[in-house]
């Protein structure tokens, strides 16, 4: 009977666990749904702007806002990495901080790299091996486009300082709950358009060239670096409520098992007993 009463347990403590886990991918499930329509909103706006801006940026002098768009050759370089504060969402962080530490050993091999954090799980793992200048886990508290702002116009000042020569972004993008895809975006130095004929486009300024491009650039910036942290945001529920949903799954398959070997071991219990009694019946007959 000890062996039933562990059996017992166990089926109850799995029992639990699928409490938790079920409530947990109801809760991702509800923040998923606010956080996919904010980003599915907001994205043909964000890449419009970021291919206004590409565009733009081939006519910019070196006078008008031409500080963001010049290309100097990488020596030290700042990674923004954008992952959750809370584990539980399956690969979602790993996926983030191994694409980093991929680009750390060959794309930016030999050359001076920083990290700045946003999420507490990159944190805790890149700053290990890496150095990390600032890391922000509160903006998950409060996630508006004006905080966001303030970090990138940190970003946008260590490029025009000349403290880094190149800072890009990397972050889960959103496809939907079950697949998110690791991208890496540049920030700074605007990227030009690539296989365009932008000499082409006739742009018409007014009130004037470098009053709209000295608005345009920076909002561009910081739209863009919101999109990012949406774009993890929503990805992080999406990989929360698969993983909740999958862990649901298992321990119930765990349980029903469990259940089916607590069955058998019990009526093999019964069986025993019956056929003591039936021996101890014929025993005192004899």
């Not at 509800?30 to 904010?38: G, H, R, W």
């Not at 150095?131 to 886990?137: A, D, G, L, P």
């Not at 009130?207 to 910081?222: D, F, G, M, N, R």
């Amino acid at each position: 009977m000890a062996n039933l009463k562990e059996i017992r347990n166990r089926i109850s403590s799995i029992g639990s666990t699928m409490q938790i886990t079920s409530a947990m991918k109801m809760v991702s499930a509800a923040k998923l749904k606010k956080a996919q329509d904010a980003i599915t909103q907001m994205r043909p706006y964000a890449d419009k702007l970021t291919e206004l801006l590409q565009n733009l940026s081939a006519t910019l002098d070196s006078d008008v806002g031409g500080s963001y768009a010049t290309q100097r050759e990488v020596n030290k370089a700042l990674i923004v990495v954008i992952t959750s504060n809370r584990g539980l969402c399956g690969g979602f962080n790993s996926s983030v901080i191994k694409h980093v530490s991929n680009m750390i050993e060959t794309t930016y091999a030999n050359k001076e790299v920083d990290i700045l954090s946003i999420g507490k799980k990159g944190n805790d793992i890149l700053s290990k091996n890496n150095t990390v200048i600032e890391n922000n886990t509160a903006i998950f508290d409060d996630l508006t486009f004006l905080n966001v702002a303030e970090i990138a116009e940190k970003l946008m000042a260590l490029f025009v300082e000349g403290t880094y020569d190149k800072i890009e972004i990397v972050y889960n993008k959103f496809k939907n709950a079950a697949t998110q895809i690791v991208t890496v975006e540049q920030f700074l130095p605007i990227k030009p358009v690539e296989g365009k004929a932008v000499s082409n486009t006739d742009y018409v300024f007014e009130p004037s060239k470098a009053e709209i491009v000295l608005q345009l650039i920076p909002k561009s910036l910081k739209t863009q670096l919101y999109k990012a942290i949406r774009d993890s945001y929503a990805s992080e529920h999406g990989a929360r409520m698969t993983a909740m949903h999958k862990a649901t799954d298992n321990a119930t398959e765990l349980r029903d098992a469990l259940t089916l070997t607590y069955n058998k071991a019990r009526q093999a219990a019964i069986t025993n007993e019956i056929l003591e009694i039936v021996g101890g019946a014929e025993a005192l007959s004899n």
